[in-house]
Every structure is written in structure tokens, then in C-alpha cells.
């Protein structure tokens, strides 16, 4: 269970009042809260559902690989995974856990199982191609880019397709492809500097 491993950490999820009993002899009456026996006492707060133990576990993994406390937090990951499978919200964390950590294959494998995920996101997309362009997996990233300029209901979002396939092609030092995708971002956002800017690049490593 999430509850044992949160324990073993030495976090305790119960409150209960600390009372001692009183040692002089009186008539025997109503109990006052000081001199209630501690297996009497009533808890300040319940005990946390399942769920709620998951939902802490998650805080708690995000804390721990803030601090880089990787050892816990993969402790803790492993337990969550167990409980939830298949939840998104996990294999974020995992990816936060490999890129603290820079291991940023790691960080493209768990990525990747975010977007298998219900509930993923284009940030998650995002974030999926950028660990796929940092480790050389340029058709999964273009993959993410092309499903993205089929599916966009935005000019926005048809920009930074471009300007990101653009940006794989000049990674592949495949310059005129590269070129073509930033001069159809500008197309369509003239005033777009990244895309401006990428072609300047071009021209310096490629003047042809």
C-alpha cells in the first residue's frame, strides 16, 4: 500500500493529542481531555483515503526531486506506478526525475509513456519531441510536428510546427529543408524572430 511507504519515511498521516492521566487519587467522574488515555483519545484527523495517500505521494515526489533527493523519490515513484499504472500524472514525474537527473534518455522514454497516456496534453507533446531532438530521435519529434500542422485549428500553432520541424532539419544539417520550413513559418507570422533568426543561422553555416 502508498500508506506503508509514506511511514517508512517517517511521515506519520494521523494526529492525535499526546495526554498523560492524572496520578492523584479522586472520586471517580467524568474524565477531563488531559486526563483521557492516549488510546482513548479521539484523532485530530481521520486517516487519508487511498487516494489521498496517492495525491501525497505525488506532492511528495515532486518536493524530493526538487531537493535531489533521487533515491527517495524513485523509491516513491515505483510505489505510485504500482498503484496507478497508468496514470499521466506518474510518468510526468518520472520525466521530471530523468531531466533533474540529466539523464536525458531515460527523460525520452518516459515522455514517450506520457503521451500513451489518456489525458495527455500538447505541452506533454512538446516535451516528448524536445527529450526526441536532444537524443537524436528526429522522426518521432517530426512525427509530434507534421500530426500537430494537420490537427491545428490555429496559425499559432502552424508556426511553431514549422519553426520546430525547421529546427530538426537544421539539427540533421539538412539546410534547404530547413529553409523551407522557417521561410513558410515567416509566411505565415512575418514578424516571427525565431524563424528570422534560424534563417540566419543557415546563412552562416551554409551560405549557399
Given at each position: 500500500?502508498?500508506?506503508s511507504s509514506?511511514k517508512?519515511?517517517?511521515?506519520g498521516?494521523?494526529?492525535?493529542?499526546?495526554?498523560?492521566?492524572?496520578?492523584?487519587?479522586?472520586v471517580?467522574?467524568k474524565?477531563?481531555?488531559?486526563?483521557?488515555?492516549?488510546?482513548?483519545a479521539?484523532p485530530?484527523?481521520?486517516?487519508?483515503?487511498?487516494?489521498?495517500?496517492?495525491?501525497?505521494g505525488l506532492?511528495?515526489v515532486?518536493l524530493?526531486?526538487r531537493?535531489?533527493?533521487?533515491?527517495?523519490?524513485?523509491?516513491?515513484?515505483?510505489?505510485?506506478?504500482?498503484?496507478?499504472?497508468d496514470?499521466?500524472k506518474v510518468?510526468?514525474?518520472?520525466?521530471?526525475y530523468?531531466?533533474?537527473?540529466?539523464?536525458?534518455?531515460?527523460?525520452?522514454?518516459?515522455s514517450?509513456?506520457v503521451i500513451?497516456?489518456?489525458?495527455?496534453t500538447?505541452?506533454?507533446?512538446?516535451?516528448?519531441?524536445k527529450?526526441?531532438l536532444?537524443?537524436?530521435?528526429?522522426?518521432?519529434?517530426?512525427?509530434?510536428?507534421?500530426?500537430w500542422?494537420e490537427?491545428a485549428d490555429?496559425s499559432t500553432?502552424?508556426?511553431?510546427a514549422?519553426?520546430?520541424?525547421?529546427f530538426?532539419a537544421?539539427l540533421q544539417?539538412?539546410?534547404?529543408?530547413a529553409?523551407?520550413y522557417f521561410?513558410q513559418?515567416?509566411q505565415?507570422d512575418?514578424?516571427?524572430?525565431?524563424a528570422?533568426?534560424?534563417?540566419?543561422l543557415?546563412?552562416?553555416v551554409d551560405?549557399?
Open positions: 500500500m502508498i500508506k509514506i517508512h519515511i517517517g511521515l498521516l494521523t494526529l492525535v493529542w499526546l495526554a498523560g492521566c492524572s496520578s492523584s487519587p479522586s471517580p467522574s474524565p477531563k481531555p488531559s486526563e483521557i488515555p492516549i488510546d482513548q479521539e485530530l484527523a481521520s486517516n487519508l483515503s487511498e487516494d489521498d495517500e496517492y495525491k501525497f506532492d511528495l515532486a524530493e526531486v531537493n535531489k533527493q533521487f533515491d527517495r523519490a524513485d523509491r516513491l515513484l515505483n510505489k505510485l506506478k504500482k498503484y496507478k499504472p496514470d499521466v510518468y510526468r514525474l518520472y520525466t521530471d530523468y531531466e533533474a537527473k540529466q539523464n536525458l534518455d531515460m527523460a525520452y522514454v518516459s514517450q509513456q500513451k497516456q489518456s489525458g495527455k500538447k505541452s506533454d507533446e512538446q516535451r516528448f519531441a527529450f526526441a536532444m537524443t537524436d530521435h528526429y522522426k518521432e519529434a517530426e512525427a509530434i510536428y507534421h500530426q500542422l490537427d490555429s500553432l502552424e508556426v511553431v514549422l519553426n520546430n520541424l525547421g530538426s537544421l544539417k539538412q539546410y534547404k529543408k529553409k523551407d521561410e513559418a515567416i505565415k512575418p514578424l516571427n524572430e525565431k528570422r533568426n534560424n534563417l540566419k543557415i546563412q552562416r551560405p549557399s
